[in-house]
Each structure stands twice: as structure tokens, then as C-alpha cells.
């Protein structure tokens, strides 16, 4: 089978460093076009930094890294230092980036593979905030029917907000965009926190990941080992959870999640739950379903895919 194309979208952020890894690592399965940054856990120049610093850390500067909004769509940024640290990417020493960034902006970037690339023959994977998806989509309706899927780190239902009582970050972030997507009519799969949170990090995993003993495997280690005293502290949780790892190990396994066809609506004007994913999991209203919503993980499926993968690099 030949691999799928996608271009993550990505806030790097610990987590979305590994799933970059983990796309790098996996040439049979994923065809990555490119790396689209956008502003959330860091400001965008931070994300794009990281991005391409991601990308040496794997030897891979031949992978086009473009910088996209620096903003949502309707309302000032809200980033998380508190969790990713002040460079977003905090734990490992990782040297400054050489490779440049690609010229234009993620939006056009988005616009333009969509239009010239086969319908229905690339997957988007954001893994932040959905500005840049949105934005594109707004910019150039025809290309929403051209997307094959789009595959999604972002929203909870079962385990509510990390970010406020009620929403996840890269939602949260962001609600209007994430209306927009989930609204596209694009088929949509969620990784939620409600599957992110059964893949922690725990003191085995992180030794059986730094016990593969090259360069990649050891900033990972540090990266986790940093990441995850957010979650401790929050959640008591026995590791950090690799939320955004999770959208590229479905699409190299996609047995390793199950979850059900359900409607999800973004909350886009209460104070109290803007951001809110409002998943009708018990299919008690009549709309119509609009997203596969993710319910369940296999750990360690997961973990065993991701250190031999690692073990690549
Ligand atoms: O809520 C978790 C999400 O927010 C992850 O994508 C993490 O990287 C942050 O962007
Ligand atoms: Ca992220």
C-alpha cells in the first residue's frame, strides 16, 4: 500500500515533537509533505523554531517547514509555558535551527497542495490550534472537498477541560476555527483527551525508550520527562500523556484506538464553556453525526509502536 500524504499542523510543544518523530520514522506508512506552524503552546516563532529543530534532531532538513497565523481567528492567543516550558519545547538541549523556513505563508501552502495534489488524496493532521486549517478553508472554500480527512489531536468529552472546566487547549485556543472544521463536512477523526490521557508516559516506557540510546531517543526522554510535570501535578497522572502522537500512530495502526460516529459541536460563545467539544455520545440529539470521536487506547500497542519506530531515527 502506498503511503498516505499529510502535512501535520503542528505548535510544537514536547508532544507534537514526537509525533513529528514518529511520521519521520515511519516512510512506509506517511508520505509528510510538509510541517505547517501555527501559534498555541508558544507564539509561532517558537513553533517554527521548534519545528525545524525537530527535524535536525531526526536529520531531516529536507522537510519544508512553512510559519502560518500568529493568531486566532477572534480573539488574542492563549499560550501554555506553564506546561511546555518558555521555549516550548523545553527538557532536551537541542542545537538552534539551520534550516530556513519555507517562503509564504501556511495558508497558501494549504491552498496550493490541495488544489494541485489528486482530490481526496491528502490528509491534514492538526495538532494545535485549527487557525491555519480554518483560515484556508475560509480563503478558498472550493479545496474543503479535496481533503481525504483530517486527523485531530484536540477536544475531550469523558475527561472535560484541561484548559478551563470544560475545554482542551488547541480548541480552547481557538473555538471559531475549530467550528469551522468540525463543521466542513470533511470526514473527521478526534483524538480527544479522552484517549490522549490512557498514553502516559510512565517511568518504564521513558527507560525503555532512553535505553534505545541514540540522540533522538534521548530528547524524547528529556522532552517526556519534562512535559509531564504539569500532569502529575494536575491529574496525579504516572507520566505525561502523549496527546499528540496519538493522530499519526492511527494512521499507522489504526486498531491500536476504537470510538464511535458521533455529532460534535464547538462552543463558540459561552464565557463559562466556550471551547467546549460537545460530543453526543449517547446519540441523544438529532444531529447529525460529524465526526469518528475516539473513545478507548491500547497502551500499550501504542508504546510499542512508538519505540521501535524511535528506534529508527
Ligand atoms: O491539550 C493538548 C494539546 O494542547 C496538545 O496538542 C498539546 O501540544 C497542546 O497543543
Ligand atoms: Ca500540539
Not at 473555538?175 to 478526534?190: K, R, W
Request: net charge negative; proline share 7%.
Amino acid at each position: 500500500m502506498s503511503p498516505r500524504k499529510i502535512i501535520i499542523d503542528t505548535d510544537p510543544g514536547q508532544d507534537d515533537a514526537v509525533a513529528i518523530l514518529l511520521a519521520l520514522a515511519s516512510p512506509e506508512e506517511i508520505d509528510l509533505l510538509s510541517i505547517t506552524c501555527v501559534a498555541g503552546n508558544v507564539p509561532l516563532e517558537l513553533t517554527a523554531r521548534n519545528a525545524r529543530m525537530v527535524c535536525e534532531l531526526a536529520g531531516r532538513t529536507d522537510v519544508k517547514v512553512f510559519a502560518g497565523c500568529d493568531r486566532p481567528m477572534g480573539r488574542d492567543l492563549v499560550t501554555a509555558e506553564h506546561v511546555h516550558g518558555k521555549t516550548g519545547l523545553d527538557g532536551p538541549t537541542l542545537p538552534d535551527p539551520q534550516m530556513p523556513l519555507q517562503d509564504g505563508h501556511a495558508v497558501e501552502f494549504l491552498v496550493e497542495t490541495l488544489r494541485q495534489e489528486p482530490a481526496r488524496s491528502v490528509t491534514l493532521v492538526p495538532i494545535g490550534p485549527l487557525t491555519n486549517i480554518a483560515t484556508a478553508f475560509r480563503k478558498a472554500p472550493e479545496v474543503i472537498e479535496r481533503v481525504q480527512e483530517i486527523v485531530l489531536m484536540g477536544g475531550a468529552y469523558f475527561q472535560v477541560g484541561n484548559v478551563t472546566p470544560a475545554a482542551e487547549f488547541n480548541i480552547y485556543v481557538d473555538p471559531q476555527a475549530a467550528d469551522i472544521v468540525f463543521s466542513s463536512g470533511v470526514p473527521l477523526t478526534v483524538m480527544p483527551l479522552d484517549v490522549t490521557h490512557q498514553v502516559l508516559v510512565t517511568g518504564p516506557r521513558n527507560g525503555a525508550i532512553r535505553a534505545i540510546g541514540t540522540p533522538v531517543a534521548k530528547a524524547v526522554a528529556e522532552m517526556t520527562a519534562f512535559f509531564e510535570r504539569y500532569d502529575r501535578e494536575k491529574y496525579g497522572s504516572d507520566g505525561a500523556p502523549l496527546h499528540d502522537p496519538c493522530t499519526i500512530a492511527y494512521l499507522i495502526q489504526p486498531d491500536l484506538f476504537s470510538g464511535r460516529y458521533v455529532n460534535v459541536e464547538i462552543e463558540t460563545t459561552s464565557e463559562l464553556t466556550l471551547g467546549m467539544t460537545v460530543a453526543d455520545w449517547w446519540g441523544v440529539s438529532d444531529r447529525a453525526p460529524n465526526a469518528t470521536f475516539m473513545g478507548s487506547a491500547d497502551a500499550d500497542g501504542f508504546f510499542s509502536l512508538l519505540t521501535e519506530r524511535l528506534s529508527r531515527l
